[in-house]
């Protein structure tokens, strides 16, 4: 059966009598960390050797083995299984059959309805599907704070904002950057927007502002090399797409309000989530390049990318490419109009 959001921390505290949790979604650091969590509230650790059997994608064939096995030490174990897909969906089916000793836990990438271990999962009475999805919006914004709260430090509103531009992509690389921005705020601390920018992005996030950036106000070699340094080291395509349309509608933000009578610099430091002080001349460039029917064409182009980029085989790097040096070829052209 499949797990309403809300009752998920409940579960990975007490699975209760469950007999297979299957954990899918695009975010692989979130799946990670619920495992994980499985784990501990199970079998009391993630790597004991009495209590713990792990299985890659070659050892399908052995989950109806291990889940009968019993703890030699007592306290039940835990069958961590990495890599699940549909090929294991036989396996996971037999074991399912019997009254297995063990909990079957399942990690898996994204899995669509039609999935054969997804659908027999979901409809079983005795096995828990939860999807693992990144967190957008005020989702994410309330995690950063929550996260920050455990460790007694308060974050601003503007800083929430900017951290929740930077990340979430990954559960695990998210968590990362919060334990950074607390470390550093300390206990009792506050993380102001200097600060989150100070400490809490990372080097590829700042490349891809930089290519963003620069797109949008028409340099194109200065978009060419940072999207390179960016690529190389590994940022999704979809990921980079996806931040340049957020970028693009910014700018439809300002431009609109420069419609209302505001200067393109006033328009910049209207921004919400506010810019960087070493964003506004760059962000101010862009909204005197653009008129604002070129950003709405400009954004539908880029929400069309995203879609080809996430078809079967298509040449996601290459798209993405062409559709950020191309904003910089239509900045360039509009600053010459």
């Not at 979130?30 to 969590?37: D, G, N, P, S």
């Not at 899995?111 to 027999?120: D, G, I, K, T």
């Not at 460039?285 to 929400?303: H, K």
């Not at 910089?328 to 052209?333: D, I, K, L, V």
Request: with cysteine; proline share 4%.
């Amino acid at each position: 059966m499949k797990l309403d959001a809300r009752r998920v921390a409940d579960f990975l505290r007490d699975p209760g009598d469950c007999r297979a949790v299957l954990l899918h979604g695009e975010d692989g650091g979130l799946v990670r960390e619920r495992a994980e969590a499985l784990l501990r509230a199970v079998a009391g650790s993630l790597h004991d050797p009495f209590r713990v059997a792990e299985l890659d994608r070659d050892g399908f064939s052995r989950i109806p083995e291990e889940v009968s096995a019993r703890s030699l030490v007592g306290g039940r174990r835990v069958v961590r299984v990495r890599e699940a897909g549909d090929a294991a969906a036989v396996p996971v089916a037999a074991a399912l059959s019997g009254e297995p000793e063990a909990l079957l836990v399942l990690e898996a990438g994204e899995l669509p309805p039609r999935s054969r271990l997804r659908a027999a999962l979901e409809r079983s009475a005795h096995a828990v599907v939860i999807g693992c999805y990144r967190e957008e919006g005020g989702a994410l914004r309330q995690f950063i704070q929550a996260e920050l709260r455990r460790e007694t430090v308060s974050i601003d509103p503007d800083a929430t904002a900017w951290v929740a531009e930077q990340l979430g992509a990954d559960r695990a690389a998210t968590r990362s950057e919060i334990e950074k921005l607390a470390l550093y705020a300390g206990p009792g601390g506050v993380v102001s927007l200097e600060v989150a920018a100070a400490v809490g992005g990372d080097v590829a996030s700042l490349q891809l502002e930089d290519a963003l950036f620069a797109a949008t106000a028409a340099d194109v070699a200065a978009t060419d090399r940072a999207l390179g340094r960016v690529l190389a080291e590994g940022a999704s395509p979809v990921s980079i797409v996806r931040s340049a349309l957020f970028h693009l509608q910014r700018l439809v933000r300002a431009r609109a309000a420069m419609a209302g009578g505001l200067a393109a610099a006033e328009a910049a430091r209207a921004v919400r989530p506010p810019l960087f002080f070493r964003r506004i001349a760059s962000f101010g460039a862009a909204l005197n390049a653009w008129p604002l029917a070129d950003l709405a064409e400009a954004c539908r182009a880029m929400w069309e990318t995203e879609l080809a980029c996430k078809q079967t085989g298509a040449p996601a790097e290459l798209l993405c490419r062409e559709a950020i040096l191309s904003l910089a070829h239509r900045a360039g052209r509009g600053r010459r109009s």
